[in-house]
């Protein structure tokens, strides 16, 4: 039986997947609006609220550690073809990526 520290941690996991998948949802929803808004630059969505935008990936990804630390948000370049990488936040489970 799985200890209560297991448990937490599979609760949180799980409850940081689903945040994911909404702030991916909300970002492909609003889209045409971010192409309008913030065409060529990264932004950082989290519970369905830009909460970041910069002109340089590296820019805006050590903002958003700087500024809310290890929490798994949502970070897309916003451009009309989409370009998905996978950036596991250091507190949810490592998985190996399938070469």
């Given at each position: 039986m799985p200890t209560t520290t297991k448990r937490n941690r599979r609760m949180q996991d799980r409850a940081a997947q689903r945040l994911a998948e909404r702030n991916r949802r909300y970002y492909h929803q609003h889209k045409a609006e971010f192409l309008r808004k913030y065409r060529d630059k990264y932004i950082?969505?989290?519970?369905?609220?830009?909460?970041?935008?910069?002109?340089?990936?590296?820019?805006?990804?050590?903002?958003?550690?700087?500024?809310y630390g290890d929490i798994p948000f949502f970070f897309s370049h916003v451009t009309e073809r989409s370009r998905v990488v996978h950036i596991p936040s250091y507190a949810?489970?490592?998985?190996?990526?399938?070469?």
């Open positions: 950082a969505i989290l519970n369905e609220q830009v909460i970041g935008v910069d002109a340089t990936r590296s820019g805006q990804l050590n903002r958003m550690f700087r500024e949810l489970k490592k998985t190996r990526s399938p070469r």
